[in-house]
């Protein structure tokens, strides 16, 4: 599953790609953080913290306005290992701080969120593949492409850090589903594919999107083909001959005050 490691990679490698400095590693920044939390009670305060966030995450999702405005048309170019792009995730379950799981590879998405007065987290930017990554390379290289190309939206800029918030998503367990139903809200992501008029649509929404918007599975399908670029009457979308690919996501999140209390830790010498 993804890890706090993972979420400080990739505030790492934004903060020094807009700052112009070296990122630290991977390795540099699980090995700093377990020492992190056994020094600090940074572990307990982050799980403490958890339930109050995914309030606030539910709240800026469920009274946001509608994801038409934070979702983009996307073809099939992440069965190619394409970045494709979709709306925003919340709080994960757990901090994985005390027992970080070593993973090779895997397909990720790399969500940004920003605090706003008005609206509480709204989407920054969110692109990932369905190709598995090496997990460094991956989580970097996405964490740039997230926050820098995600087209819907301009680039994020160094004075914009405190306001963020990161997930990061590994995806799991895909299987074709038997039909456009064949899936679980709260549990699966989806991606659909179809033809129509002779054009290939595609496009994706991650496993938390539908119960954030409070949809059901007939309007997550409906979103998500319209995401994709169809504009049919809503109430034929059962003629379209659609494949639905379910899977899951293992999902970690983390805001940048936390990444500054350990990059302060870090930068003090310990």
């Not at 993804?2 to 990679?9: D, P």
């Not at 020094?16 to 572990?43: F, G, I, N, Q």
């Not at 494709?84 to 709080?91: E, G, L, Y």
Request: proline content about 4%.
């Amino acid at each position: 599953m993804a890890t706090v490691e993972h979420c400080l990679l990739c505030f790492e490698t934004l903060a020094s790609h807009l700052e112009d400095r070296t990122p630290m590693k991977l390795a540099e920044v699980e090995k700093s953080w377990a020492e992190y939390v056994t020094t600090t009670d940074a572990a307990s305060k982050l799980d403490k913290r958890l339930p109050a966030l995914r309030r606030l995450a539910e709240s800026s999702a469920s009274g946001s306005s509608s994801p038409s405005s934070a979702s983009s048309t996307t073809s099939l170019q992440a069965q190619q290992g394409s970045g494709v792009s979709t709306p925003a995730t919340s709080i994960s379950s757990t901090p994985s701080a005390l027992a970080p799981q070593t993973i090779a590879d895997s397909p990720l998405f790399i969500t940004w969120n920003a605090m706003t007065a008005r609206h509480g987290y709204q989407l920054r930017g969110c692109i990932g593949t369905f190709e598995p990554q090496e997990i460094e390379d991956g989580l970097s290289s996405y964490a740039l492409t997230s926050a820098l190309h995600d087209t819907r939206f301009r680039p994020i800029q160094l004075g914009e850090l405190p306001s963020l918030q990161v997930a990061v998503t590994l995806l799991t367990d895909f299987e074709d589903a038997d039909d456009a139903m064949d899936w679980e809200l709260g549990k699966h992501g989806i991606r659909i594919s179809f033809y129509h008029h002779g054009r290939r649509y595609g496009a994706t929404y991650l496993p938390d999107v539908a119960t954030e918007q409070g949809w059901t599975k007939e309007e997550t399908i409906v979103s998500l083909m319209r995401k994709a670029g169809w504009v049919g009457r809503k109430d034929k979308w059962h003629e379209i001959d659609l494949k639905v690919v379910r899977y899951q996501g293992k999902k970690e999140s983390l805001e940048y005050a936390e990444y500054t209390k350990w990059r302060d830790w870090v930068e003090k010498g310990n």
